[in-house]
């Protein structure tokens, strides 16, 4: 059974940097897209950043990009994603994701594997 289990959410303050990871069980990312979203109260499920595990290539929301950095490390099979310069309106429960790469990647029905999510909260 595939388990994506996101952790390093918390609570920060306006300017602060949080690190999330996303640790893939019982298979590895090869040949994967994974993706990081999120879920604010009240609004949809919104794509924030995604990279193709083989060939490394990232993609960013247009709010996100300059702050935060998605990575990879294949001896952990794990993706991270870097929150620098936080603000109030990144507060939202954020989802790891892993899915086929020739799909649209900014669309949630793209990833057919998802964590548990990890909340953020920025304060301002």
């Known amino acids: 059974q595939v388990q994506l289990v996101e952790s390093g959410g918390g609570l920060v303050q306006a300017g602060d940097s949080l690190k999330l990871s996303c640790a893939a069980s019982?298979?590895?990312?090869?040949?994967?897209?994974v993706g990081w979203f999120r879920q604010a109260p009240g609004k949809e499920r919104e794509f924030v950043a995604a990279?193709?595990?083989?060939?490394?290539?990232?993609y960013y929301a247009d709010s996100v990009k300059g702050r935060f950095t998605i990575s990879r490390d294949n001896a952990k099979n794990t993706v991270y994603l870097q929150m620098n310069s936080l603000k109030p309106e990144d507060t939202a429960v954020y989802y790891c994701?892993?899915?086929?790469?020739?799909?649209?990647?900014?669309?949630?029905?793209?990833?057919?594997?998802w964590g548990q999510g990890t909340q953020v909260t920025v304060s301002s």
């Open positions: 019982g298979r590895t990312f090869n040949n994967y897209r």
């Open positions: 990279i193709s595990w083989s060939v490394g290539n990232t």
């Open positions: 994701a892993a899915g086929a790469v020739m799909t649209v990647l900014t669309r949630p029905g793209s990833y057919a594997l």
